[in-house]
């Protein structure tokens, strides 16, 4: 199979940031996927609803007219969420979820929650108003180490939350461990996740062997190559509540490399390429549609995309660098090349 046509797939968990930069980074994931939910993580955080219709706004000026592109907005859940809010966000059309933030857990997060149980009657409230929650599943503690923090989150505050919000639609973004995989493969039908192309595609040792390569570090961390393999076992075997999400996170190539780099890997220029080869390289590229297309918008109750995109098999190389504002950014796996490329995006009638 050398060229594969399928529905627009969508990005159920991206960062597109704000301001100058969007017009760099919008026109990437716009000419590939139908919808993306994207994340409220600016500075300050998006917490109300109007301040989601305002970033909507600005990302849309910076969307290509012709691309049929839509961003799903999300709230940032803090201790401070009301009922109130969130009915406003579930009536106003343009919120599809609130996010979780764990206070602390990765980039602008430290408006985030501090205790899940301050949140009670907000996540009351979007059960009730069929409004989703995407949650960064990790604990925060200081003396955890890193590489079981998503692992611990999973017992220690995940499965309490389910048993106490019994209606609540949750989508677990960015698993990273066969753990995780387990867990929401035994989980209830309203437990979802997505799985970001870096995870499906390197471990930690893309991370550390040979000298530490910033541009792979993202949170959660790269894990162990077994989890990897799970991860690629989930993605491909058409389990209805894995799906994609890429997330996606831009930061000038500056903020990456230095003492202190900020967690993001930069995965739009070539996202569903990446897709491609996991699919391709386990034997199942017949199931990339149901997990970059189909799974996602059935879990968010959404109409599937009505256009199509084709893929073909060709070797592309991926840039060093790219323009981001005044500065530049380094996209996943510069430098090398991806062996599939976007041929064509195909408007519905």
Not at 128 to 147: K, N, S, W
Request: charged share 25%; glycine share 6%.
């Amino acid at each position: 199979m050398d060229t594969l046509t399928l529905t627009r797939p969508d990005d159920w968990h991206l960062h597109l940031r704000d301001g100058p930069v969007l017009e760099h980074v919008v026109p990437w994931s716009a000419e590939r996927f139908g919808r993306a939910i994207v994340m409220p993580n600016l500075i300050p955080p998006v917490v109300t609803t109007e301040q989601a219709r305002a970033y909507r706004d600005r990302i849309l000026a910076a969307t290509p007219a012709d691309s049929g592109f839509q961003p799903l907005m999300t709230l940032y859940l803090t201790d401070n969420t009301t009922p109130a809010e969130i009915e406003r966000a579930a009536a106003c059309g343009w919120v599809h979820a609130v996010k979780l933030y764990p206070a602390g857990a990765t980039t602008n997060s430290d408006s985030g929650v501090t205790d899940i149980a301050r949140c009670a009657d907000a996540l009351d409230a979007m059960a009730e108003q069929g409004l989703g929650l995407c949650i960064h599943g990790e604990v925060t503690r200081p003396e955890t180490d890193i590489f079981d923090r998503e692992k611990l989150f999973l017992h220690e505050r995940l499965a309490p939350l389910l048993e106490r919000h019994p209606r609540l639609r949750v989508v677990l973004e960015h698993l990273t461990t066969a753990d995780a995989v387990d867990f929401v493969r035994q989980g209830p039908e309203r437990l979802g996740a997505t799985i970001t192309p870096q995870h499906l595609l390197l471990n930690r040792n893309a991370l550390l062997a040979g000298g530490i390569r910033p541009h792979h570090y993202c949170l959660p961390i790269l894990k162990r190559e077994r989890d990897r393999e799970a991860l690629v076992e989930a993605a491909v075997s058409g389990h209805p509540r894995f799906f994609l999400g890429t997330d996606s996170a831009p930061h000038a190539r500056g903020a990456k490399e230095s003492a202190c780099g900020c967690a993001g890997v930069f995965s739009a220029p070539l996202a569903i390429e990446l897709y491609a080869e996991v699919f391709d390289e386990a034997g199942a590229l017949a199931r990339l549609e149901e997990f970059a297309a189909l799974h996602g918008a059935d879990f968010y109750g959404l109409p599937r995309n009505p256009d199509t995109i084709t893929l073909e098999r060709a070797p592309r190389s991926v840039p060093d660098q790219l323009p981001y504002a005044t500065e530049t950014i380094i996209p996943m796996r510069a430098g090398g090349t991806v062996a599939w490329r976007l041929k064509s995006a195909n408007p519905a009638p």
